[in-house]
């Protein structure tokens, strides 16, 4: 059993940076491929992010790619997503998730490929 808990939210501008963090109990942490997800009212979950569990590997949406960064520290338990250059369409709850799957033909990408899930942290890009 994976426990995770986001942090890291809040109001930021448009143009802005803001990181979240995503705490995992459990030592099988290392184990685990991570990713991150958001979501809007009325929407379905969205992928954002995906790291692979020794942080070799890393993928991205198209529409978040060369903005955002994920990453991990194994050692804390921690992954970490590093948004920059906000955008008022990144307005979202943002969840974290853990899979234990070792092979997705769909790159975790799909919200059904993962686990465990946070409670979600909800981020907020003004103009």
């Known amino acids: 059993q994976v426990e995770l808990v986001e942090s890291g939210g809040g109001l930021v501008q448009a143009g802005g940076s803001r990181r979240l963090s995503c705490a995992a109990s459990?030592?099988?942490?290392?184990?685990?491929?991570m990713g991150w997800f958001r979501q809007t009212p009325g929407k379905e979950r969205e992928f954002v992010a995906h790291?692979?569990?020794?942080?070799?590997?890393?993928s991205y949406a198209d529409n978040v790619k060369s903005r955002f960064t994920i990453y991990r520290d194994n050692a804390e338990s921690t992954v970490y997503l590093q948004m920059n250059s906000l955008k008022r369409d990144d307005t979202a709850v943002y969840y974290c998730?853990?899979?234990?799957?070792?092979?997705?033909?769909?790159?975790?990408?799909?919200?059904?490929?993962?686990?465990?899930w946070g409670q979600g942290t909800q981020v907020t890009v003004s103009s």
């Open positions: 790291i692979s569990p020794s942080g070799g590997i890393t």
């Open positions: 459990g030592r099988t942490f290392p184990n685990y491929h």
């Open positions: 998730a853990g899979s234990g799957l070792t092979y997705s033909p769909r790159g975790y990408s799909r919200a059904d490929e993962y686990d465990y």
